[in-house]
């Protein structure tokens, strides 16, 4: 049986991340050419290593999404590295500060808006106008359930994710003509790992009537509200972006999936 994305090219950003690397290795095994984009170096270079080392093949872009001169020419070279561009999964994003409103720091609400939507927009934008000119593409954008549900304590995040998804709504409706399906993933809880540790500490200290100030029992407190009483895994969200971006989906478009629990 041929490797259904035998022959695509997957751009994926935060692509040295948890949930940016493990789709990476997902799209990888199932064919696509990676290119990594990310703003850590290190990280790229591993994650890199890890998807070549299992006989895929990446390239890597270093790169701050929030500079949209540099993403215009990054995504320039990535479509003659790789001669075009098939899927983007628009993913890097940044979780910003757990503080009830009324204290939240303004700058940090700016930075988090600046890298989860106009970042966002800008690497959209750009793959857009290549795949446009082909006249294909498939794009997942990563929202959050914080842009379903809007959690307490994290205001700059819940926002940036609710516009994740009126983005993809609205992509969805003018790339539409030109063949190109655009959708997003709304994770949950998902762990073990970085993200889940800071989440739970951050909410610990946040000192909201919402979590208790112990972080082992604000772990507890999460996981009782999520009707399968666990936690996702980073391979529970790559198959949903395999999913999205593969032809079991062709019918989709603007849609946001959440990968949750229930
Ligand atoms: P992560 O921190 O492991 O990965 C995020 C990656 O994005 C990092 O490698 C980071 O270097 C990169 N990045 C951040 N800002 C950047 C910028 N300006 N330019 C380029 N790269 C940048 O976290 P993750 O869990 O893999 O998160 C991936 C996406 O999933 C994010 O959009 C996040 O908001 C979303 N998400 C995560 C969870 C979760 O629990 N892990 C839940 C819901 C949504």
Known sequence: ?????????????????????????????????????????????????????????????????????????????????????????????????????PNYPEDDFQKVMMINVCGAFSVLQAVARHMVKRGFGRIVNTASMAGVEGPPNMAAYGTSKFAVVGMTQVAAKDLAPHNIRVNAISPGLIGPGYMWDRQVELQAKAGSQYFSDDPEKVAKEMIAGVPMRRYGSLEEIAGVVAFLLGEDSNYMTGVNLPISGG
Do not use: H, W
Not at 6 to 11: L, N
Not at 63 to 89: C, E, M, N, W, Y
């Open 1 to 101: 049986k041929t490797a259904p994305f035998s022959g695509r090219v997957a751009i994926v950003t935060g692509g040295g991340g948890n949930i940016g690397l493990a789709t990476a290795l997902r799209l990888a095994a199932d064919g696509a050419a990676i290119a990594l984009v990310d703003m850590d170096a290190d990280k790229l270079a591993s994650a890199r290593k890890e998807i070549t080392d299992k006989g895929g093949r990446a390239g890597t872009y270093c790169l701050d999404i929030t500079d949209a001169d540099d993403v215009g020419k990054t995504v320039d070279q990535i479509v003659s590295d790789f001669g075009g561009v098939d899927f983007l999964f628009n993913n890097a994003g940044y979780q910003g500060a757990f503080t009830p409103v």
